[in-house]
C-alpha cells in the first residue's frame, strides 16, 4: 500500500541534471530525499513537498521492512 507524508525541504544537498538530492522535514527530524526534477520540476529550502515513503526493503523471508524517505516532489 502506497505511503505518503508531508514536509518542509531544509536544504539541498546536492543537484545534478534532473536529480536533487535534498534534506526534508518530516516533523520527527531531518530525512534525506531525492527529486526527479523531469518528473515533479526543481524544489528548494522552505518549499512544501510530499514526499513517497512506500520505499519497502524485502527479507529473505520476504516480509517487508520500511526504509527512510525516497523521493519527493512541490505540495
Do not use: K
Not at 544537498?13 to 526543481?42: F, H, I, K
Amino acid at each position: 500500500m502506497p505511503s505518503f507524508r508531508t514536509g518542509t525541504v531544509t536544504r539541498l544537498l546536492e543537484e545534478r541534471a534532473g536529480l536533487q538530492r535534498v534534506e526534508v522535514d518530516l516533523g520527527d527530524g531531518p530525512e534525506r530525499a531525492y527529486v526527479l526534477t523531469q518528473l515533479t520540476g526543481r524544489v528548494d529550502p522552505l518549499d512544501d513537498v510530499v514526499v513517497n515513503t512506500t520505499a519497502v526493503v524485502f527479507t529473505t523471508t520476504g516480509s517487508p521492512t520500511a526504509t527512510g524517505p525516497v523521493s519527493c516532489g512541490s505540495a
